[in-house]
Nanobody, 117 residues
Framework: VQLQASGGGLVQAGGSLRLSCAAS????????MGWFRQAPGEQRELVAI???????NYADSVKGRFTISRDNAKSTAYLQMNSLKPEDTAVYYC????????????WGQGTLVTVSS
């Protein structure tokens, strides 16, 4: 599975961005798709995950501001980020979990989101 992330950039606090993650390769093996992020000096943390059936899970810090969705026909996941805060600044990585495994084995290249105050 190959993942191509896009949509990062620079935005002012309170603004919005939409990230996309397009999967290719063995797409029929994909169960969950999602996003992690890593800020400078911090560990990588879960942002949001969506199952193939549409069930979602969010980090508490983004609930009510971020929305994850996916288009299974396009093998693409999206992360709509609203009301962005400076603390959302990080490199965002898309990832997938394949059927039969409970680990995130495939990762995109990362896209930088910078939120200025």
């Amino acid at each position: 599975v190959q993942l191509q992330a896009s949509g990062g950039g620079l935005v002012q606090a309170g603004g919005s961005l939409r990230l996309s993650c397009a999967a290719s390769g063995s797409i029929f093996s994909i169960n969950a798709m999602g996003w992690f992020r890593q800020a400078p000096g911090e560990q990588r943390e879960l942002v949001a995950i969506i199952s193939r059936g549409g069930s979602t899970n969010y980090a508490d810090s983004v609930k009510g501001r971020f929305t994850i969705s996916r288009d299974n026909a396009k093998s693409t996941a999206y992360l709509q980020m609203n009301s962005l805060k400076p603390e959302d600044t990080a490199v965002y990585y898309c990832t997938v979990k394949i059927w039969g495994r409970n680990t995130y084995d495939y990762w995109g290249q990362g896209t930088l989101v910078t939120v200025s105050s």
